[in-house]
């Protein structure tokens, strides 16, 4: 498996040996040619996106704080309904 780019700073500084996880992205053939020899096709699957495997591992997700929303505007209360 490889990763190229933010995928792989990222992979790099989260993840421990020996941890779990999920992977999705494409397989990418080549081929490789020594001296004297028949070339070979190998395959290496690119990951594009990396995460912890939920199931397999424990953790705690730490989320920035949001703003609190702000009041709605006062609103008079309505009058009540005459003549009907």
Do not use: W
């Not at 494409?26 to 040619?33: K, L, N, R």
């Amino acid at each position: 498996m490889v990763a190229f780019e933010s995928t792989a700073r990222e992979t790099y500084a989260r993840f421990r040996k020996g941890d779990c996880f999920v992977a999705s992205g494409y397989v990418h053939e080549y081929e490789v040619e020594r001296a004297g020899q028949q070339s070979v096709i190998k395959e290496e699957f690119v990951a594009r996106k990396i995460g912890h495997n939920a199931n397999r591992t424990a953790y705690e997700v730490q989320r920035r704080r949001l703003a609190p929303a702000p009041a709605p505007p006062a609103q008079d209360p309505p009058s009540p309904a005459i003549g009907f």
